[in-house]
């Protein structure tokens, strides 16, 4: 399985269980695109230093490359007039990387995030990628998928042993079948390839198969 699958594969497996428990407990790993210890402004950072946008080119789409640079002039003249200029600049070059960046992936900018704020399986995914190592990451999510799959196969065997007894037990039956198979055709949809941006897949999913 390619990494890229498994990393969405923990994000829709975090959003419909809880896997935050066991990846809180993870060392610092490296931030996500919208924090301010992240890659995308740590190499912002960088280019503003050195007076060179090209090495953050590579984070949005050819069709952003020009409101970028136009965006990176803007900032480099403005914060050569003093240490507040320079860190107003600097911010609004931040967040135009960020937002054009996120734009490309088709996922909405929220503001930039503190350093250290960074969502669970985002972390993880970031880890194995720093450790050269996606095994564990592997591993930890093959568990809690099917630690999840199995929980909720077991409710809908035990409801449907008294589906027939009332209205209310025949109703438990169905909520319990209905999560069930979202939670495994969410799974099966990200392992395809058809997952979403980050945590965006799992309500994705639920509302384009709501029954």
């Not at 860190?87 to 900018?109: I, K, Q, S």
């Not at 994705?204 to 198969?209: I, K, P, Q, T, W």
């Amino acid at each position: 399985m390619q990494t890229r699958n498994l990393v969405a594969l923990l994000i829709v497996v975090t959003g419909l269980m809880g896997l935050a428990v066991w990846m809180a407990e993870a060392p610092e790993a490296l931030a996500h695109c919208d924090t301010m210890d992240g890659p995308v402004v740590t190499q912002a950072r960088q280019a503003l230093a050195a007076g060179d946008v090209t090495p953050v080119l590579k984070w949005v789409k050819p069709e952003h490359e020009g409101e970028l640079r136009a965006a990176f002039e803007k900032a480099l003249a403005v914060r050569s007039a003093g240490p507040e200029a320079k860190e107003l600049a600097d911010m609004y070059f931040f967040e135009t990387l960020v937002r054009v960046h996120r734009a490309g992936e088709g996922a909405p900018f929220t503001g930039l995030k503190p350093a250290g704020h960074i969502e669970p399986p985002v972390a993880a995914a970031d880890q194995a990628i720093a450790a050269g190592s996606v095994d564990e990451l592997a591993r930890r999510v093959a568990q809690a998928a099917a630690s999840g799959v199995r929980e909720r196969f077991a409710r809908v065997i035990e409801t449907k042993k008294h589906a027939g007894d009332s209205v209310e037990a025949g109703r438990a039956y169905v909520a319990a079948y209905v999560e069930f198979v979202h939670y495994v055709e969410a799974l099966h949809n990200t392992i395809a390839g058809h997952g979403a941006h980050h945590a965006d897949a799992p309500a994705a999913s639920a509302a384009e198969h709501a029954h």
